[in-house]
């Protein structure tokens, strides 16, 4: 049966991500693959509410997790449930991702977390649930990914945090990141189409793709294909650390994982334990800590007695917005 390659542009009909994911994806059908291509401004996927009703109902065994709204989400899910990889494309608003790609990070969010699946699956198979009761076990499913962050800024500092915010896409299921490419300065051509070295760029993400899914070892299959060889960490390779408190350390902002630096012949050098690197929310440990966490240190409704005594104030404190300055050139249509 034929890997399937699932591509999703989060960009413009037809411009610079549409046509990146598409050359990765004609590579895969190249070589053998079946592949889908998904415009995601193309669904109608509403923001997440916060309820935790797909949380609540794995943990308790009374639901399959998945999230009470039923819009074009059942779409987008179908189509990563059946794939063996994904690539993704988005460009970037504000120096980091589009609203519509963190919205469907939320809607995966902790309701497709293989931990909280896991077990929810495993449980309900012992009490003798049937598959149609229980989370889809095609979460469980191996699966690699390529990411790539698109800007138009002539410098990469403006589209920095683009790239280390889409991992949210692949940290739920664990997809294994094996190549990633941030093109900046976009600007500086019409079209992609018109810059053959990124293309070939993109020729060569399909290529990776399909190197990882059709390998034969564990180990081949997660191998990073990216340009850059390590970055600042070993799990994701990003380049995006956060200052620990105590200004001796270091956390990657990506992985969670917490590591000691040094400068070594001139350079920064960050080692993180084999422990550390165990914790790394990209492996089941990190997942598994996270998900724990919430099982046993989470309060439950109704451990404040006077909640609705102590809330009184706030529900009374009700203010308009500000009307409209008439005086002033603002963007309120009279």
Same mark, same amino acid.
């Given at each position: 049966?034929?890997?399937?390659?699932?591509? $999703?542009?989060?960009?413009?009909?037809?411009?610079?991500?549409?046509?990146?994911?598409?050359?990765?994806?004609?590579?895969?059908?190249?070589?053998?693959?079946?592949?889908?291509?998904?415009?995601?401004?193309?669904?109608?996927?509403?923001?997440?509410?916060?309820?935790? *009703?797909?949380?609540?109902?794995?943990?308790?065994?009374?639901?399959?997790?998945?999230?009470?709204?039923?819009? +074009?989400? +059942?779409?987008?899910?179908?189509?990563?449930?059946?794939?063996?990889?994904?690539?993704? *494309?988005?460009?970037?608003?504000?120096?980091?991702?589009?609203?519509?790609?963190?919205?469907?990070?939320?809607?995966?969010?902790?309701?497709?977390? $293989?931990?909280?699946?896991?077990?929810?699956? +495993?449980?309900?198979?012992?009490?003798?649930?049937?598959?149609?009761?229980?989370?889809?076990?095609?979460?469980?499913?191996?699966?690699?990914?390529?990411?790539?962050?698109?800007?138009?800024?002539?410098?990469?500092?403006?589209?920095?945090?683009?790239?280390?915010?889409?991992?949210?896409?692949?940290?739920?299921?664990?997809?294994?990141?094996?190549?990633?490419?941030?093109?900046?300065?976009?600007?500086?051509?019409?079209?992609?189409?018109?810059?053959?070295?990124?293309?070939?760029?993109?020729?060569?993400?399909?290529?990776?793709?399909? *190197?990882?899914?059709?390998?034969?070892?564990?180990?081949?299959?997660?191998?990073?294909?990216?340009?850059?060889?390590?970055?600042?960490?070993?799990?994701?390779?990003?380049?995006?650390?956060?200052?620990?408190?105590?200004?001796?350390?270091?956390?990657?902002?990506?992985?969670?994982?917490?590591?000691?630096?040094? $400068?070594?012949?001139?350079?920064?050098?960050?080692?993180? %334990?084999?422990?550390?690197?165990?914790?790394?929310?990209?492996?089941?440990?990190?997942?598994?800590?996270?998900?724990?966490?919430?099982?046993?240190?989470?309060?439950?409704?109704?451990?404040?007695?006077?909640?609705?005594?102590?809330?009184?104030?706030?529900?009374?404190?009700?203010? @308009? @917005?500000?009307? %409209? +300055?008439?005086?002033?050139?603002?963007?309120?249509?009279?």
């Amino acid at each position: 049966m034929a890997k399937k390659v699932l591509g $999703i542009s989060f960009g413009r009909k037809m411009s610079n991500c549409d046509i990146m994911v598409k050359q990765a994806l004609m590579k895969c059908e190249e070589e053998g693959c079946e592949t889908a291509f998904i415009r995601a401004d193309d669904l109608h996927i509403e923001n997440c509410t916060g309820c935790i *009703a797909c949380t609540i109902g794995t943990m308790t065994g009374r639901g399959r997790g998945y999230c009470v709204k039923h819009d +074009d989400f +059942d779409i987008l899910d179908e189509n990563i449930m059946q794939s063996d990889a994904v690539i993704i *494309a988005c460009p970037t608003y504000e120096t980091s991702v589009t609203g519509r790609f963190k919205t469907i990070c939320d809607r995966i969010g902790p309701s497709h977390d $293989i931990t909280f699946r896991k077990a929810a699956y +495993d449980e309900g198979k012992a009490a003798g649930k049937p598959e149609s009761a229980l989370p889809d076990a095609r979460a469980f499913k191996k699966r690699s990914a390529a990411l790539i962050s698109v800007g138009g800024a002539m410098t990469e500092n403006w589209i920095c945090l683009t790239l280390p915010m889409m991992y949210e896409f692949t940290f739920p299921m664990a997809i294994d990141v094996v190549d990633a490419v941030e093109y900046y300065g976009a600007m500086a051509h019409e079209s992609v189409v018109g810059y053959p070295e990124m293309m070939e760029r993109m020729t060569k993400v399909g290529e990776n793709i399909v *190197a990882s899914i059709k390998a034969e070892t564990e180990e081949e299959r997660t191998k990073w294909r990216g340009d850059e060889d390590e970055g600042a960490c070993p799990m994701c390779h990003t380049r995006l650390l956060q200052l620990s408190h105590d200004a001796k350390t270091v956390d990657c902002v990506v992985c969670g994982s917490h590591g000691t630096f040094e $400068i070594v012949d001139g350079k920064l050098k960050v080692s993180y %334990t084999e422990e550390e690197k165990k914790r790394s929310r990209l492996y089941w440990g990190g997942k598994l800590e996270h998900s724990t966490e919430i099982k046993t240190q989470a309060q439950p409704a109704g451990t404040i007695k006077n909640l609705k005594e102590l809330k009184a104030p706030y529900e009374a404190f009700v203010r @308009p @917005p500000f009307p %409209t +300055d008439e005086n002033a050139y603002g963007n309120v249509k009279k």
